[in-house]
Each structure stands twice: as structure tokens, then as C-alpha cells.
Antibody, heavy 120, light 108 residues
Framework: EVQLLESGGGLVQPGGSLRLSCAAS????????MNWVRQAPGKGLEWVSV????????YYADSVKGRFTISRDNSKNTLFLQMNGLRAEDTAVYYC?????????????WGQGTLVTVSS | SYVLTQPPSVSVAPGKTARITCGGN??????VHWYQQKPGQAPVLVIS???DRPSGIPERFSGSNSGNTATLTISRVEAGDEADYYC???????????FGGGTKLTVL
């Protein structure tokens, strides 16, 4: 059974940093692209970033490019999102999502999300 | 950047057919995916590649895609179908995933 478990969310001040993790199990982690998607309170889904299976290709939404870094540790079946320079508008539930195969494939499994609140 | 436009809300009586549209420039040339999200839950894929249903998704869910509009159709709507629905495409010109703004389906 595929499982994705996010962690690392919390309250952070504007300008601060946070590192999210997504522990994956139930599939060959290194073989699949992985994504981060966020959802601000009461709002729709916003794609944040995607990383290829081997980690050699990464893409970012314009809203986070230069501030967020996606990475993965295939030896530990874990996906990361390093978030720097956080702003109030980054407040959201952050989901990790598994791609069906490569970067441009749909998301077939999602985690339950971790809440990030940026506020002073 | 590529934009997907969905109606904010759609209402339908139980047993009737709901149609949720997703508009985009020449979207018929793209692979469209649809997700269902119920309150407090993570999204769930209901249609991939415009019309493929994943295992476990009822046959009542179907999709089509042509021209500038993709459509998610839910036949014989049930109370349990009440949720937010999002369309999604990969924009190869920018290497970005794009989601529509979402449509809230209300079962009357």
C-alpha cells in the first residue's frame, strides 16, 4: 500500500525558514517523480514543485522559485521541501504527491498534508 | 502562462447529471486530469488523460476533451459526490503543472 506522510509544518515568522519532509512507502520511491502541492485556507490547489526520480530535474512555480528548493533522498525514501524567505501568502496545507511515472504524469497518490502558517 | 478556467460552483439534484467544465486555450491538445477533494481530505484522482478512470472510481464518472473545453461528467449524482473538483494539465511550454480554480459541486 502506497503511503505518503508529510511532516515539518508549523508556525514561522515572515522571512523565516522551514523544511518539510514526506516519508514514502509501498512503492519503489526512486522510480517516480514527486511533487509538492499547496492549498491556502479556503482556496484551491496550487502546484509548487516537482522533482524527477533521480533528482536531476526540478521545476518550480513562479511564486516560489528562488525561495523554495525541492530535493529527495532515495536511500531514505524521503522527499523534502526547503522553504526560505517565507511570506504570509505561503500559509497553506502542503501536500506531497506521487507522479504516476515521470515529471509530466498525473498524481496518483497524495499525502494528508502538513500545515504551514507564516505569521508574526 | 497557461490558464485553466472552471465555474466556481455547480448544483445538481440527486440522480441527475452534473457537468463540470475546464476551459483552456486548445486544451483538447493536452492531457487533462481531474481530482475530487472532499472537506478535510486530500485530493483523489477521478479521471486521467481526459477520460480514463482509475481503479475504484465509479463508472458514473467520465470525461471528455475537445477544442477549448474539457468536461467532467458525473451521471446519477449521489450525495457522496458533493466535493470540490479540480482539472489539471502539464504546460510543456513552461514546464509547470497548472490547476483550474476548482468547482464546488453541490447536491441539492
Amino acid at each position: 500500500e502506497v503511503q505518503l506522510l508529510e511532516s515539518g509544518g508549523g508556525l514561522v515568522q515572515p522571512g523565516g525558514s522551514l523544511r518539510l519532509s514526506c516519508a514514502a512507502s509501498g512503492f519503489s520511491f526512486r522510480s517516480y517523480a514527486m511533487n509538492w502541492v499547496r492549498q491556502a485556507p479556503g482556496k484551491g490547489l496550487e502546484w509548487v514543485s516537482v522533482i524527477s526520480g533521480h533528482g536531476d530535474n526540478t521545476y518550480y512555480a513562479d511564486s516560489v522559485k528562488g525561495r523554495f528548493t525541492i530535493s529527495r533522498d532515495n536511500s531514505k525514501n524521503t522527499l523534502f521541501l526547503q522553504m526560505n524567505g517565507l511570506r504570509a501568502e505561503d500559509t497553506a496545507v502542503y501536500y506531497c504527491a506521487k507522479s504516476y511515472n515521470v515529471v509530466a504524469e498525473y498524481f496518483d497518490y497524495w499525502g494528508q498534508g502538513t500545515l504551514v502558517t507564516v505569521s508574526s | 502562462s497557461y490558464v485553466l478556467t472552471q465555474p466556481p460552483s455547480v448544483s445538481v439534484a440527486p440522480g441527475k447529471t452534473a457537468r463540470i467544465t475546464c476551459g483552456g486555450n486548445n486544451i483538447g491538445s493536452k492531457s487533462v486530469h481531474w481530482y475530487q477533494q472532499k472537506p478535510g481530505q486530500a485530493p483523489v484522482l477521478v479521471i486521467s488523460y481526459g477520460f480514463d478512470r482509475p481503479s475504484g472510481i465509479p463508472e458514473r464518472f467520465s470525461g471528455s476533451n475537445s477544442g477549448n473545453t474539457a468536461t467532467l461528467t458525473i451521471s446519477r449524482v449521489e450525495a457522496g459526490d458533493e466535493a470540490d473538483y479540480y482539472c489539471q494539465v502539464w504546460d510543456s511550454s513552461s514546464d509547470h503543472w497548472v490547476f483550474g480554480g476548482g468547482t464546488k459541486l453541490t447536491v441539492l
